[in-house]
């Protein structure tokens, strides 16, 4: 089990540049979230699917950000355009129904 | 939305200390989870409850649905344990987790 992957680890870019973030999740796993973790804030959802479909997107920021999962082996975030105050940690999880979620290991985003 | 409040945020022991750490919550809920986050960012989930308690070597945790409240407690603490610990709710009708802030726990030897 490969575990949730998330790419890239970091990232680095300036403000007013398109970002994309790539997450596979767990074969098997029917639900996908995308969470962003900031000091001043903590963890916060973002945006969740359920096979494949989009639920629940009132945690997204704004129009800058959107999400997709066009089949149920990836999905996408997309920043555009960015700002410096979207630099935070960004983390895909992925579970199967109502069972434990399994974390990516982040891509840690910069703004400059 | 739930609100989610831990406590305490930051905690220093020795080792072998018997260590506990709450949460609460405000609304309703269909589960709890306690996760791990060690320095390198990683999350980890410890535990998944929604009455009782459960217990996994020295984690122990416990949730009272009618108190809304939930306690993660770890005996005979070790360096190792030293991590932030939080706590997730999922509220009911809804998939995704409401997070608290997390507490730092340190452990010194």
């Known amino acids: 089990d490969a575990g949730v992957i998330q790419s890239p680890r970091h990232e680095v870019t300036e403000m007013g540049q398109e970002v994309t973030l790539r997450c596979k999740p767990i074969s098997g796993h029917n639900s996908l979230f995308w969470y962003r973790q900031t000091m001043m804030r903590g963890l916060e959802l973002l945006i969740y699917f359920n096979n494949n479909v989009p639920i629940d997107d009132s945690g997204m920021p704004e129009d800058r950000f959107s999400a997709k999962m066009p089949n149920a082996s990836f999905s996408t975030l997309k920043i555009q355009p960015s700002e410096p105050r979207d630099s935070a940690v960004y983390f895909c999880?992925?579970?199967?129904?109502?069972?434990?979620?399994?974390f990516g290991d982040g891509t840690r985003l910069s703004i400059l | 939305k739930n609100e989610v409040e831990q406590s305490p945020q930051n905690l220093t022991a020795q080792e072998e200390e018997f260590i506990t750490i709450n949460c609460s919550y405000s609304v309703g809920i269909s589960a709890l989870h306690w996760l791990q986050q060690h320095p390198g960012g990683g999350i980890v989930s410890l535990f998944m409850?929604?009455?009782g308690k459960k217990k996994h070597g020295r984690l122990i945790a416990t949730i009272n649905i009618q108190e809304k409240h939930s306690s993660l407690h770890i005996t005979a603490s070790h360096p190792r344990d030293s991590a932030v610990y939080i706590c997730?709710?999922?509220?009911?009708?809804?998939?995704?987790?409401?997070f608290g802030k997390g507490t730092h726990l340190i452990i010194q030897p």
């Open positions: 997730a709710v999922r509220s009911i009708g809804a998939d995704g987790l409401t």
């Open positions: 409850l929604s009455s």
């Open positions: 999880a992925s579970s199967l129904n109502n069972q434990p979620q399994h």
